[in-house]
């Protein structure tokens, strides 16, 4: 009788040692340095250059290298405020499109070498990767391979010169976390447009530097977010689809990518605290609010996107007092507002727990341990969990994490909150999750949640649940409203501005709206007038930098004051918000025309 027993126990003792499986990695998934580079969430971008000096957006590779003369430069202090600020790491524009390199590039002769900056002997790219070092901090650079100083660019030429431009910034400076490729590409100082050969550039990148991130609009790294606000989609997928015969990298597919992608290559929201991407004096009063910054990290950090927030330094080579300050106040508004998980103590239980195994219980996603998590049968894609607080508790930021190394899944879900008479009731509806989905719900209390999924593309796997209460973070109203001094507003509509007398002009500003409605005016031609009647041209091929992805007033500075009472703005070239070039007409979005006195 014995027997039958002991061949019981055994049995079940197999049982409950049994291993269940984690779930199989769902669709394309990122490599370990993408998981480790969203896990940075939050970084610096530094603009820097002969533009910083001249003012202008796009340098246009003629400026002189004698400009390029900070008088206090110090990458200590960059690093120092990007630490205290909670970044993670910093991108230095290593060379922008005037193609001027803030080291010396041994194949260009327009770089700090030339400059009077340290008597030609100082490296920018030198002392910020030590500073990085120093604070602790990754180093990252940005290099164009549009360069409109370079004698090569148009030709074949010229790929081997950025490979070899490539191999002596990436290769001398230690570790280099992301290189980040514009997607601009313009006409050279010769007139011509470079073919890249990205296929090179990327091997050249990968052998030097093999788990560096490539950003570029398609990775294959990461990609552009499609606009420069710092905005990623409400439905922001890590995915996309690359090197397909029909491609489509609209904007909108750049900010909400796309499920069933054949590529991981997750969204990075640049954008400047600035309205421009180079320092200007006249910009001090502009530097992004502390809302508005608030409101850019929801909807990048929290909608499963990292921030990248140009910090440009002036021309004495440091971070302005009034940047550092904006960004201490949003480290402490940060701080403030996640220090205090009030999830904390919670019990999570869900319909169901992976093989009934406590390995993937859903009390798993309060633990901070990132790589422990909830998981369900491989047969369900819908499925709740419920989260019961110690007691009554306020928040408005829920924050939901997927466990990516796994891959992104969830499509649909909504919250609710548990009311007084036992009833539930909705507080959010989303779509995608990823490795961060910070949901901001209206001012709720309440002593338990329930989450549901409602559609997933393999069995949800989440990793994180908080929740936080912002007192901060109070409306969506977009940052400080630029001043305009001097500047006199004029008729908007049609682009011929009647200033209603005759007045000396020393030249004119132009803002787009800022939605990119009707267009964007991208290059015009101006003329004046002082009876209305007979036009005589001030400027023909007026180009306003940079103005489609960064829809901002541009000044036109004429070379000699004009008398006029009428101004007429003349469009040559207007780029539709789907990327495409539009016929001019009286309808493109002029926000506002002004005049410089
Ligand atoms: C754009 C550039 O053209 C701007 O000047 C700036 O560098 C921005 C980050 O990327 O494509």
Redesign the pocket.
Known sequence: MKKPVIIMLLAMSLVACSVVDAPAPYGVTPSASQVEWQKMEYNMFM?FGPNTFTGA??GSGQEKAELFNPTEMDCRQWASIAKAAGMKGIII?AK??DGFCLWPNPVSRHTVAQSPWRDGKGDVLKDLSEACREYGLEFGVYISPWDRNDPHYGTDEYNDVFVKTLESALGNYGHVFEQWF???CGEGPNGKVQVYDWPLYHSTVYKLQPDAIIFSDDGPGCRWVGN?KGQAGRTCWSTMKINEDKKDYSRKMLNEGTPYGNAWVAAES?VSIRPG?FWRESENSQVKSLQHLLKIYYESVGRNSLFLLNVPPDTRGLIHEVDSLRLMELRAALDEIFSEDLAEGAVVEADNVRGGARRFRAQNMLDKDYDKYWAVDDSLTTVSFTVTLPEQRTFNRIQIQEYIPLGQRVAAFTIEALKEDGSWEQIARETTIGYKRIVQVPETTTSALRVNILESFACPVLNGFALFMDNVYVSDEAGATPETPGLIKAASEPVIADIGEEMTLKGFAYTPKENGEGGVIVTCRLEVSVDGNTWSLVKDDIMFD?IV?NPITQKVVFEAPVQARYLRVTPIRVETGSGAVGVPSSTYGVADISLLL
Do not use: C
């Open positions: 603009h957006e796009w524009t922008h499109h514009d997607g601009a420069e640049d991407w940079n992805n």
